[in-house]
């Protein structure tokens, strides 16, 4: 019986070193990814662009995931606050503010959006993959920012949409600043 016992605590105890490893290897993989996106202060739509039907195809919707390694975080995790009140003072008009954790994998893109459903899109939605690299980090964005355009000759209103997108090797910690003709994007990846 004192066998048996001893067994099940080797066991147990194999249990918890194997969890610790696993959530630790997880940890070193993880990145709070925070992105702000903002229009130019005199910027209208340029373009008339339709918007990209699929514009989620493939990625993790943030808002609905229930994957562990992927999360949305509130806004008391914020580190770009400071950064988006100087925005705002100066004229520029905040879209979307938001932060969540995902790890680094060449297969995985993160689709966020923000405001009021226009049909089958939102005012703003944006895609975003993360890669390590051997020495450095590399961030893929895609974001479109729409707006319904009512025609003059019916009250039918139709989306015209803008897009940036950019591949960007970035140091961690650091804001970067990836710019458009009438919004731009702040983002910040530090790890988690």
């Known amino acids: 019986m004192i066998r048996a016992i001893r067994m099940t605590q080797s066991l147990l105890l194999l249990t918890l070193i194997s969890l610790t490893a696993v959530t630790q290897a997880q940890s070193e993989n993880a990145y709070q990814i925070e992105a702000i996106l903002f ?11 339709t918007p990209d039907i699929d514009w989620a195809d493939g990625a993790i919707m943030l808002e609905e995931t229930a ?46 959006h923000q405001g009021e459903r226009l049909g089958d899109h939102f005012p703003v939605e944006a895609v975003v993959g993360l890669q390590r690299n051997q020495d450095s980090l590399a961030l893929d964005v895609k974001a479109w920012r729409h707006i319904a355009v009512r025609s003059q000759t019916d ?17 961690l910690d650091e804001v970067h600043y990836l710019d458009h003709q009438s919004m731009g994007m702040l983002v910040r990846v530090s790890r988690r």
């Open 39 to 49: 229009t130019q202060p005199s910027g209208q739509i340029s373009g008339e662009r």
């Open 67 to 112: 994957r562990s390694d992927v999360r949305k975080l509130d806004s008391t995790q914020h580190r770009l606050d400071r950064e988006a009140d100087k925005l705002t003072a100066q004229g520029y008009q905040i879209l979307m503010h938001n932060a969540w954790i995902q790890p680094t994998d060449s297969r995985l893109k993160v689709a966020v």
């Open 155 to 171: 009250q039918d209103s139709t989306l015209v949409s803008e897009q940036l997108h950019q591949i960007r090797r970035l140091r």
